[in-house]
């Protein structure tokens, strides 16, 4: 474990952390002196491996760093996010983000400039946003929760959730007899409901988008006080795996195999351990509660953004 450099004077109001993956990029180191030539005091810490972003966006908003700006991909972000989450509401520093991951799940959500100087420009000037966070079994997710069928793919394996929802239904089904794959079995409680159904895979979205571009809670704004519940069942035929996928595509209130859903909060109980993914990072949990924390997090996007609900306080 290494020691942090504490903040001092000369770090100013915000701090980029930067996944060292991407320390090293001209194009970023470009975008950072320019943006500290047009007068931000811009700081820059570097992660050496899973749990640095957590500690240093602690470190940096206990110090009172007005912006944090998670530079990475989804998982860099997440990071950050339960960095921050550790403060009480209120002393949590506001989360800017510069889009360096192969998916950028979030920031594509959100659309943020993926150009790494505008989107430094945006971290450090938008005006900050109050939205959501979603909290899973003690951690946190800022985007999207999945669970199930594809959860433990992450963005650096080819995607058979993609091939299903991009309807390549007839390979996907051999794939599943290959693999001997077997549903999700337990029971999942929400306000007003209880199912007990086997499960092929269940998403509950803050934000819209997951696996590098697919619309798993489309509906999804991240300031509504509400997740997305996608709830999927388990299939056995080919006919019923073109449904499901039909049903994909309308996601209706309550198909046969496709549930899509507005909720505060969800339980699972499950017979055997769900994989799950956070925000692009695999876990497993055999029972939890997943809840969303309204308000939860300062956010700077643009005013524009399509995850923003764009109600009454529109800035
Ligand atoms: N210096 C480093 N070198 C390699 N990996 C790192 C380093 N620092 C942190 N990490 C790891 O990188 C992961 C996060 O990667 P990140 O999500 O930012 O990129 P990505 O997976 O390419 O993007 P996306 O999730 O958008 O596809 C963390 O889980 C962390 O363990
Ligand atoms: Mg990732």
Same mark, same amino acid.
């Given at each position: 474990?290494?020691?942090?450099?504490?903040?001092?004077?000369?770090?100013?109001?915000?701090?980029?952390?930067?996944?060292?993956?991407?320390?090293?990029?001209?194009?970023?180191?470009?975008?950072?002196?320019?943006?500290?030539?047009?007068?931000?005091?811009?700081?820059?810490?570097?992660?050496?491996?899973?749990?640095?972003?957590?500690?240093?966006?602690?470190?940096?908003?206990?110090?009172?760093? *007005?912006?944090?700006?998670?530079?990475?991909?989804? +998982?860099?972000?997440?990071?950050?996010?339960?960095?921050?989450?550790?403060?009480?509401?209120?002393?949590?520093?506001?989360?800017?983000?510069?889009?360096?991951?192969?998916?950028?799940?979030?920031?594509?959500?959100?659309?943020?400039?993926?150009?790494?100087?505008?989107?430094?420009?945006?971290?450090?000037?938008?005006?900050?946003?109050?939205?959501?966070?979603?909290?899973?079994?003690? %951690?946190?997710?800022?985007?999207?929760?999945?669970?199930?069928?594809?959860?433990?793919?992450?963005?650096?394996?080819?995607?058979?959730?993609?091939?299903?929802?991009?309807? +390549?239904?007839?390979?996907?089904?051999?794939?599943? *007899?290959?693999?001997?794959?077997?549903?999700?079995?337990?029971?999942?409680?929400?306000?007003?409901?209880?199912?007990?159904?086997?499960?092929?895979?269940?998403?509950?979205?803050?934000?819209?988008?997951?696996?590098?571009?697919?619309?798993?809670?489309?509906?999804? *704004?991240?300031?509504?006080?509400?997740?997305?519940?996608?709830?999927?069942?388990?299939?056995?035929?080919?006919? /019923?795996?073109?449904?499901?996928?039909? /049903?994909?595509?309308?996601?209706?209130?309550?198909?046969?195999?496709? /549930?899509?859903?507005?909720?505060?909060?969800?339980?699972?109980?499950?017979?055997?351990?769900?994989?799950?993914?956070? %925000?692009?990072?695999?876990?497993?949990?055999?029972?939890?509660?997943?809840?969303?924390?309204? +308000?939860?997090?300062?956010?700077?996007?643009?005013?524009?953004?399509?995850?923003?609900?764009?109600?009454?306080?529109?800035?």
């Amino acid at each position: 474990m290494s020691e942090t450099l504490q903040p001092t004077a000369t770090d100013g109001d915000a701090w980029l952390i930067l996944n060292g993956k991407s320390a090293q990029l001209p194009d970023i180191r470009e975008a950072v002196e320019r943006i500290r030539e047009e007068g931000h005091p811009l700081a820059v810490r570097v992660t050496w491996e899973a749990g640095d972003g957590v500690r240093l966006a602690r470190e940096a908003s206990e110090a009172g760093i *007005k912006r944090i700006i998670a530079g990475g991909g989804d +998982g860099t972000v997440n990071e950050v996010v339960g960095g921050l989450m550790q403060l009480t509401q209120g002393m949590r520093s506001t989360l800017g983000i510069l889009p360096l991951g192969s998916a950028n799940d979030f920031a594509r959500g959100l659309e943020l400039p993926l150009d790494p100087f505008e989107a430094l420009r945006v971290a450090l000037e938008a005006r900050p946003h109050d939205v959501d966070v979603g909290s899973l079994g003690g %951690d946190y997710f800022i985007n999207l929760a999945s669970g199930g069928f594809g959860a433990q793919i992450t963005n650096s394996t080819p995607a058979p959730l993609k091939r299903l929802l991009g309807g +390549g239904a007839y390979s996907l089904m051999g794939m599943l *007899k290959a693999w001997n794959y077997q549903p999700y079995r337990g029971r999942l409680r929400l306000p007003g409901g209880e199912r007990n159904i086997p499960l092929f895979l269940l998403a509950l979205g803050n934000g819209s988008q997951a696996g590098g571009g697919q619309q798993l809670a489309p509906l999804a *704004k991240v300031d509504d006080g509400l997740l997305e519940l996608l709830i999927v069942r388990h299939f056995t035929s080919l006919r /019923e795996m073109k449904q499901l996928i039909d /049903e994909l595509e309308n996601l209706p209130q309550s198909g046969e195999f496709v /549930e899509y859903l507005q909720v505060p909060w969800v339980e699972f109980e499950g017979e055997d351990a769900l994989p799950l993914n956070l %925000d692009g990072e695999p876990c497993f949990h055999e029972r939890f509660r997943a809840e969303l924390l309204p +308000g939860a997090l300062s956010l700077a996007a643009p005013s524009s953004s399509a995850l923003y609900s764009h109600q009454s306080d529109e800035g």
